[in-house]
């Protein structure tokens, strides 16, 4: 068995007896307070029996000495000796509460009796003062002095039986008190021998003890497990400088374990970082940049919920485009100046944690721990970036929450100049319409989704007639006031039917997916309706009538593949030679189904 053990295993006996030893001494000090609580009780009984004894002897005498006197001092004497009198009840109630037992009190109350009927006798005597022998033979009768006797002998049999109960408890209370002293001795001698004992193993425990923690300790620190305790010795000497050394050793593992998990920490932060950043690169769309970002703000930032949102210029306020983890508050548009990232270009507040002025469009409940950072791009602000529940212990680095800033602002600018050079490059200027570029995609489109699907496709050929002499007349900004509205009129027709494109200078094209010729005959009666019954005039001067002349082409009626366009233009050519402002279809030609310029 191991030295520490044994010392254990008679630490712990020594304790069992030391509290034994203690518990004997206790009961033997209760038996010795159980001795005198039995002398007082029988000094309390002695006192109050002697009380009523003599309070019934001094009212006899009284109640005699006035029936042969009748002196009225004597009189009121007894009147304020029977006063002080208790009643019986209540001396019962003494005697009960002093720990008298029921056949003590039923004697004694018999006694009480006895001396409250000789009070009564008394006061019979005194009433009857007048008839002083019958008074006198009341109070010297012989019944009377045996009354007297009998209250004496009842409390003298009390007196006795409370004598032989006060008796038996000191006796017993001085055995057990003997005996149990006696056993608090035996146990304080076996406590000193094992203390004996122990104290020949004390220097053995002071050093085992002590070096077999350390030991356990330093095995598991070697094996880098630093989660282990280490023991607080405090003792000036060798363990506890050994015991100091483990502890300070024990803290720096725990802070470079701590530091190793922020730096991983900060490389997963990194790698998601670059990761968003090379998918942002690859959108094609702003719809495709805010599913990155809902994607990948949730990783980069776990449990702080946010919102994206987009400068607009018409009308003048920020709209949420994209949010994640369910942001408090609405997401209302507000005006960009009651956000002060916004206002300061840098992210508020500078200091998280530092009294500073909250975002106007912020709730109060999540203001305090907000952040809202600008995406800015080419030194110009076009949204904002907000941040809720940001707080120390779950936010990565502001730096962070910048750099994903940056990258959204960078990527969503991209996407705006890319959408502006796209709308350039596939529309036109000047009547907004899809341009000659955008026609070659479209019908290629359009083509093969009608031979795929058997569907009709027409083509519309529109020109202006007599554009040169409008431009030479008026100049060329009355040809674009006039070009601008004749287009708006071909893009109301075929809106909700195809799609419309300029094709050239004064030139239109609409391809109707799913129209026939008839029904393209009707629409292209409709643009030709509209534009005569134009009015427009620029500046003071009327610009005049304006017509249009319109080829008609359909597949697969009149052509295949890319011949459609050849056959709308050599339709539209045929209306020219017929004389203009009218409608040629090219199934028609030879039949001249023409509408006839109107007068």
Not at 525 to 548: K, M, Q
Request: charged fraction near 25%; charge should be negative.
């Amino acid at each position: 068995m191991r030295i520490a053990t044994i010392t254990n295993w008679a630490y712990g006996a020594t304790v069992c007896l030391t509290i034994a030893s203690g518990v004997a001494m206790l009961m033997a000090s209760s038996a010795e307070s159980v001795e005198r609580q039995a002398v007082e009780q029988r000094y309390v009984f002695d006192q109050l029996t002697e009380e009523v004894e003599v309070d019934a002897w001094a009212l006899s005498d009284l109640a005699r000495l006035y029936v042969i006197k009748q002196d009225p001092a004597v009189a009121e004497e007894y009147r304020q000796k029977a006063e002080t009198m208790v009643r019986i009840e209540h001396r019962l109630q003494k005697l009960k509460d002093a720990g008298a037992s029921k056949e003590e009190l039923a004697l004694l109350h018999e006694g009480l009796q006895v001396a409250d009927a000789l009070q009564d006798e008394q006061q019979s005597a005194i009433a009857s003062v007048g008839q002083q022998p019958q008074a006198i033979e009341l109070l010297y009768g012989e019944r009377y002095e045996n009354e007297l006797e009998q209250v004496q002998n009842q409390l003298d049999h009390f007196r006795q039986m409370l004598d032989r109960r006060t008796d038996a408890a000191i006796d017993d209370a001085t055995v057990k008190s003997r005996g149990l002293r006696t056993l608090s001795e035996v146990m304080v001698g076996l406590t000193a021998l094992m203390f004996l004992f122990v104290l020949g193993f004390i220097l053995k425990r002071r050093v085992l003890r002590p070096v077999v923690r350390l030991s356990d300790v330093v095995n598991r620190l070697a094996s880098q497990d630093y989660g282990v305790e280490a023991p607080d010795y405090r003792q000036i000497d060798e363990i506890g400088d050994m015991a100091q050394a483990i502890r300070i050793f024990r803290e720096n593992g725990l802070a470079r374990q701590r530091l190793e998990k922020e730096r991983d920490a900060d490389w997963a932060i990194r790698e998601l970082l670059a990761r968003m950043t090379q998918r942002l690169q690859g959108c094609e769309s702003i719809e495709d940049v805010l599913n990155v970002a809902r994607l990948f703000a949730p990783s980069i930032a776990p449990g702080i919920a946010g919102r994206i949102w987009l400068l607009e210029h018409d009308p003048w306020q920020m709209r949420c485009v994209a949010e994640w983890l369910d942001p408090q508050g609405d997401a209302d548009p507000f005006h960009p100046d009651q956000c002060w990232a916004v206002r300061r270009g840098q992210s508020h507040p500078p200091v998280n944690g530092e009294p500073d002025i909250a975002c106007y469009h912020l709730p109060d409940s999540s203001a305090p721990h907000a952040l809202c950072v600008p995406l800015i791009a080419q030194g110009e602000a076009i949204g904002l970036l907000s941040f809720q529940n940001l707080t120390p212990e779950m936010a990565p680095s502001r730096a962070y929450l910048e750099l994903m800033a940056e990258a959204l602002g960078l990527a969503l600018a991209n996407q705006r100049l890319r959408d502006a050079l796209l709308e350039k490059a596939l529309f036109d200027p000047l009547t907004g319409l899809r341009n000659r570029h955008h026609l070659e995609d479209a019908l290629r489109t359009q083509m093969n989704q009608a031979m795929h699907s058997g569907t009709p496709l027409s083509c519309l050929m529109i020109d202006i007639d007599y554009f040169k002499a409008i431009n030479d007349r008026l100049g060329h900004d009355a040809g674009d006031q006039v070009i601008k509205s004749v287009a708006a009129i071909v893009q109301r027709a075929v809106s909700d039917k195809g799609m419309a494109f300029r094709y050239g200078g004064e030139e239109f094209l609409a391809l109707l997916p799913g129209a026939d010729e008839e029904t393209a005959f009707t629409c292209a009666s409709e643009i030709h309706t509209a534009v005569h019954n134009l009015t427009l005039r620029y500046e003071l001067s009327e610009i005049g009538p304006v017509d249009v002349s319109i080829g008609i082409a359909s597949y697969p009626q009149h052509a295949q593949g890319d011949n459609l366009l050849r056959a709308a233009d050599v339709a539209l050519y045929r209306a020219k030679e017929l004389g203009r402002s009218r409608i040629v279809s090219f199934g028609m030609l030879e039949e001249s189904r023409i509408i006839p310029r109107p007068v």
